[in-house]
């Protein structure tokens, strides 16, 4: 009987890196094949393709790190019509028990993406949204620059000679900077703190004033871009360019990886916790049965004496430990330790 041979499906896992990435290939049964190291360029990625090619039929592609040192790998695989997906970092437990290293990130990777965990499709980063990315990453390095650069500016007036002193004080930042940029010192004097000093607010106050002008200049740049590709999100009252970008750029070229408002609320860190049944968790809601009414006052808004159950806050309930609702202190102290009770008594007795 003749066996006709089929070609295997397979998964990729690849554990990416600045200079290298290391990949890995499994069966859909989860047989490894083979795992081996490429570099990271172009050629690189084309070998890598071909190496896979050769083993099988893929399946899907699994990066860690696809929006950072493995963009330009998927970038190049979907290019190709290669299904690629972003996989989590290696499980800490897995970690302690198998060690790491790259062929191990590598197969976990794989790994993951035949189980399907916490898969997530990544961005694309070919389109105008990545223009938008590159615009504010340098708009907000030339804000917080300057902002450093200031804060240089008034620090070393605190420790100035008095007639500085003196002439710097009680001005806006904008008259400051004007006044430091306009000193001249004796280079040939330096050794005396006036002239250092003087010659370190100059330098100083032309960097804050160009690291502002070019950061007024990109968020122009920005707001145009952000206005030309988003119109309705940049028409939305109280919206500014720079948080329009922020937007966008969570959502990314290919707004269709966000199926609903959902998935947009779990990328954002909003969405709802499930409640646990057991034990009331640390952090979330909880239910808080009361019976007593002193009970219920120290922990609820309300006064009334029924029994019922209400969903709280357990930062509320920290917060409102202390009861402050218009009862008597004797009805208060009731709800407080034996302990509490006695020490209060002592002390009204003194």
Known sequence: MNRTSTTPKIYCGVDTHADTHHAALVTDTGVILDSRQFDATAIGYHDLEVWMLEHG??????????????????????????????????????????????PIDAEAAARAVLAGN???????????????????????????????????????????????????????????LDICAAFESDLT????????????????????????????????????????????????????????????????????????????AHLCGVAPIPRPQGKPPGIG???????????????????DSDTTTKRVATRNVARQKVSRCPRSSGARSSTLPARYSARSERITRL
């Open 57 to 102: 039929h893929p399946i899907s592609f699994g990066v860690e790190g696809a929006a950072s040192y493995g963009a330009g790998l998927t970038r190049h695989l979907l290019g190709c019509g290669i299904s690629v997906v972003e996989v989590p970092r290696l499980n800490r437990k897995l970690r302690r028990n198998s060690g790491k290293s790259d």
């Open 118 to 176: 916490q898969l997530a499709q990544p961005k694309r980063g070919d389109g105008p949204i990545e223009s938008i990315r590159a615009l504010r990453i340098a708009r907000s390095g030339a804000v917080k620059a300057a902002t450093a650069s200031m804060n240089a500016v008034r620090s070393m007036i605190v420790t100035e000679p008095e007639s500085l002193r003196t002439e710097l004080r009680g001005h806006s930042a904008t008259k400051l």
């Open 189 to 264: 004097a330096l050794r005396e703190p006036a002239h250092a000093i003087k010659l370190s607010l100059r330098s100083l106050a032309s960097r804050t004033r160009e690291l502002r002008r070019e950061a007024a200049e990109l968020k122009k740049h920005l707001a145009t871009l952000v206005a030309r590709i988003a119109p309705r999100t940049s028409d939305v009252s109280g919206l500014g360019p720079d948080t329009a970008a922020a937007l966008l750029i969570t959502v990314g070229d290919n707004p269709d990886r966000l199926r609903s408002e959902s998935s947009l």
């Open 285 to 303: 809601f909880t239910e808080v049965a009361t019976d007593v009414p002193t009970r219920r006052c120290t922990l609820l808004s309300s006064c």
